[in-house]
């Protein structure tokens, strides 16, 4: 595979949301966005490869890889929505070089490998799209040389450092990771659990912790750094326990839990329902421990499971629609053409990573010039509803803020949420967050 034009290394630079300069503008990486997508959608770039590669004015399909039915449909829901909205958008300003764009759906179901393995042939082979994007990817990577060997970009948000570790590996150009891999979850709430600490905000009951995961690599990953961060800040480590998703029954788990209760219980489990339903039955008889539950709640049907027991709940992701100016807009339309809300992570993840890709294939002159297309990606520094999308040169990873760069204009948000009278509160970090952590009623 040929080598793509990357952008400059990253400055790896960890900082405490303390030492964060507040109000740093992000109006030049939107105006990128504002500005200078319309024109490229609607017209091709002089000088440039001439569309037509895959058949003169015919639509340009884009597949969306999600889990449309099974567990995991929720999710699957959002991020197809996401797409369809960001298609409308692209479609009604003239479409990417005067064509129109159309949405090609694969149903990765339960998340088998297969699926993702058949998915990725029929996209690829039969269905003949210029670019793929989805929510989630294998641990394995099998479906990644289907991609690889067709050039087929593909874009996703699975938050897993193995895929990142795969594109490395194999010197992939083609296969983008939009959002920073898992590892960041843990070290990012590290940060802010020492931080409430050395502010007296939150007094653990002990410094001891209760650590439970899915038995995926995902979250056993984010799970083993918390584990290990734990540890070199002197707190013992009083349960770890691994559990196959869906799994609705926590009671063996909470017994463990109130017969020795922790400060922190960290779950990893990211399944919506799963979390829920052990908020509730936590709920029942909490201990003096602040509860931690992974990426899950950012899904809608987490607090109409979950109910009242969700007050209180701390979570975080690496890439969620913001609550600004474009980001409460996305919301709006959303809610207005789906009648209901928008969950705050997939929906705007994948609204973004379409029109990103609209944008470098109209640099690149033809979407079918996936070569091109990809080191048009991989120069880019795009800010949609969710952050700003700037990749590794080697890794085609998002670079998280504030965790690995201090300026938001060149990082992908890490966001951390409090779920408070049922409603969402984002509070780190700044300028995005504009809530505030709070102690459980049960604290």
């Known amino acids: 595979m040929s080598e793509t034009t990357p952008n400059p290394a990253p400055q790896r630079k960890r900082v405490t949301r303390r030492d964060l300069v507040r109000g740093i503008g992000i109006a030049g990486a939107a105006g990128l ?65 005067g064509r129109q764009v159309e949405l090609v759906i694969g149903d990765i179901a339960d998340q088998a490998p297969e699926n993702f393995i058949q998915v990725a042939e029929r996209l690829v082979s039969r269905e003949n799209v210029a670019a793929a994007s989805g929510g989630y990817t294998t641990a394995t990577s099998v479906e990644f040389p289907t991609y690889a060997q067709a050039g087929v970009p593909l874009f996703h948000t699975n938050t897993l450092q193995a895929n990142t570790d795969y594109v490395v590996k194999h010197g992939i150009t083609n296969i983008f990771q939009c959002c920073p891999t898992e590892p960041w979850y843990a070290s990012g709430f590290l940060q802010l659990m020492q931080e409430w600490i050395d502010q007296g905000v939150w007094v653990p009951s002990s410094q001891s912790a209760a650590v439970i995961s899915s038995n995926d690599s995902y979250s056993i990953s984010i799970a083993t750094v918390m584990q290990e961060g734990l540890r070199e800040m002197g707190w013992d480590i009083t349960m770890y326990e691994e559990v196959s998703v869906p799994y609705a029954d926590w009671g063996p788990q909470l017994s463990k839990i109130r017969n020795n209760p922790p400060g922190l219980i960290f779950v990893t489990d990211y399944l919506a329902g799963d979390l829920a339903s052990f908020a509730k039955q936590f709920a029942t008889a909490p201990t003096p421990s602040l509860l931690y539950q992974q990426y899950g709640p950012s899904v809608p049907e987490y607090i109409d499971l979950a109910g009242d027991a969700a007050n209180g709940v701390v979570w975080s992701t690496t890439i969620g629609t913001l609550p600004d100016e474009m980001g409460l807009a996305f919301r709006e339309r959303y809610a207005k053409t789906y009648g209901t809300e928008a969950g705050l992570s997939q929906s705007g993840a994948q609204y973004d990573i379409v029109r990103l890709w609209a944008l470098a294939a109209s640099r690149a002159g033809d979407p079918y010039n996936f070569e091109a297309v990809s080191s048009a990606v991989s120069a880019l520094t795009f800010r949609g509803v969710v952050g700003t999308y700037r990749f590794g040169a080697e890794e085609l990873t998002a670079i998280p803020y504030p965790d690995a760069t201090d300026d938001p204009s060149l990082g992908m948000p890490h966001l951390t949420y409090q779920i408070q009278d049922g409603e969402q509160v984002l509070f780190s970090p700044a300028p995005y967050g504009k809530g505030e952590f709070v102690l459980p009623t049960w604290l």
């Open 33 to 97: 966005l504002a500005g200078g997508a319309g024109g490229y959608f609607m017209s091709p770039r002089r000088g440039g490869t001439t569309a037509g590669a895959a058949g003169g004015g015919e639509t340009i399909k884009f597949g969306i890889v999600a889990p449309v039915t099974g567990p995991y449909s929720g999710d699957g829901q959002e991020m197809v929505r996401g797409a369809e909205l960001a298609v409308e958008d692209i479609n009604a300003a003239g479409g990417v070089l």
